[in-house]
T-cell receptor, first 116, second 113 residues
Framework: NAGVTQTPKFQVLKTGQSMTLQCAQD?????MSWYRQDPGMGLRLIHY???????DQGEVPNGYNVSRSTTEDFPLRLLSAAPSQTSVYFC???????????????FGPGTRLTVT | AQSVSQHNHHVILSEAASLELGCNYS??????LFWYVQYPGQHLQLLLK??????LVKGIKGFEAEFIKSKFSFNLRKPSVQWSDTAEYFC???????????FGTGTRLKVLA
């Protein structure tokens, strides 16, 4: 298994440009999520999905869109990039573990995005 | 709402010193608890987890954590740190039966050789 993969690893955008961060997992996990990591703020949840066709907002959803057409893929779209979106983005997927109601989360390698 | 607090933002230790990183959470129900480590330039890796049972949990690389339910705490410990433990450590909480995780803001550990 490749686990959780993300592309690209690095990206530089100009303000106003759009782009899609790709995330895929080959573990047949139902739950996938996107986080952004900023210094001193830990990881903050942007959007998440509990299965194909089902998405919901996390803590910091503004400026980002997601869709989940398949179990494997969960792309994150920036519609009009802003300098405030400069961050490291992590995708994660979860599987049940350790008994009913317990889930373990696996992270991708991250995408470092700079918006100028 | 759930929240996770990591009170130590930066910790500097010498090799062989003992480590304890604090983690407190606020949530009244049953929780699953995690510690993740992020080495420089890398993604998050699971150090250890608590779902149920023995509140003293042992993880990889000699780390352990103790869940004290009455204190809503899940502190991370290691008796003797190494230079290679230099990393950022994140505590995370997941309300049992849900998918969502809440992360603390992280603690940056620097171990001096």
């Amino acid at each position: 298994n490749a686990g959780v993969t993300q592309t690209p690893k690095f990206q530089v955008l100009k303000t106003g440009q759009s782009m899609t961060l790709q995330c895929a997992q080959d573990m047949n996990h139902e739950y996938m999520s996107w986080y952004r990591q900023d210094p001193g703020m830990g990881l903050r949840l942007i959007h998440y999905s509990v299965g194909a066709g089902i998405t919901d907002q996390g803590e910091v959803p503004n400026g980002y869109n997601v869709s989940r057409s398949t179990t494997e893929d969960f792309p994150l779209r920036l519609l009009s990039a802003a300098p405030s979106q400069t961050s490291v983005y992590f995708c994660a997927s979860s599987s049940p573990a350790g008994g009913a109601g317990s889930y373990e989360q696996y992270f991708g390698p991250g995408t470092r995005l700079t918006v100028t | 709402a759930q929240s996770v607090s990591q009170h130590n933002h930066h910790v500097i230790l010498s090799e062989a010193a003992s480590l304890e990183l604090g983690c407190n959470y606020s949530y009244g129900g049953t929780v699953n608890l995690f510690w993740y480590v992020q080495y420089p330039g890398q993604h998050l890796q699971l150090l250890l987890k608590y779902f149920s049972g023995d509140p003293l949990v042992k993880g990889i690389k000699g780390f352990e954590a103790e869940f004290i339910k009455s204190k809503f705490s899940f502190n991370l410990r290691k008796p003797s740190v190494q230079w290679s433990d230099t990393a950022e450590y994140f505590c995370a909480v997941n309300a049992a039966g849900t998918y969502k995780y809440i992360f603390g803001t992280g603690t940056r550990l620097k171990v001096l050789a």
